[in-house]
């Protein structure tokens, strides 16, 4: 059974940072992309950052380029998404998740969810 448990989130002011983590159990973690998506009140869940099993590929959204950084430990079978310059339209439930093979920046590529961690960005 595979498992996501994700962390990190919380307030914080416009311009500050926040690390997600984001522990998954299970088998050959290293063999999998892992990805984050996020969905804000009344908003359709959408994707962040995706990055391959080695870690040696990442993907973005464009609207987080440049200020966002998806990494992963597979040591650890671990996760992470170092935030930093957020912004109140970043306020979201952040939502780890597991590619079904290599990654993918669509909801259709992932299998196993996290419940998600909350960050609120207060202007």
């Known amino acids: 059974q595979v498992q996501l448990v994700e962390s990190g989130g919380g307030l914080v002011q416009a311009g500050g940072s926040l690390r997600l983590s984001c522990a998954v159990s299970?088998?050959?973690?290293?063999?999998?992309?892992m990805g984050w998506f996020r969905q804000a009140p009344g908003k359709e869940r959408e994707f962040v950052a995706t990055?391959?099993?080695?870690?040696?590929?990442?993907r973005y959204a464009d609207f987080v380029k440049g200020r966002f950084t998806i990494s992963r430990d597979n040591a650890k079978n671990t996760v992470y998404l170092q935030m930093n310059s957020l912004k109140p339209e970043d306020t979201a439930l952040y939502y780890c998740?597991?590619?079904?093979?290599?990654?993918?920046?669509?909801?259709?590529?992932?299998?196993?969810w996290g419940q998600g961690t909350q960050v609120t960005v207060s202007s």
């Open positions: 998740t597991r590619a079904r093979n290599y990654y993918s920046t669509t909801l259709a590529g992932y299998d196993y």
């Open positions: 299970g088998r050959a973690f290293s063999s999998y992309g």
């Open positions: 990055i391959s099993g080695s870690g040696g590929s990442t």
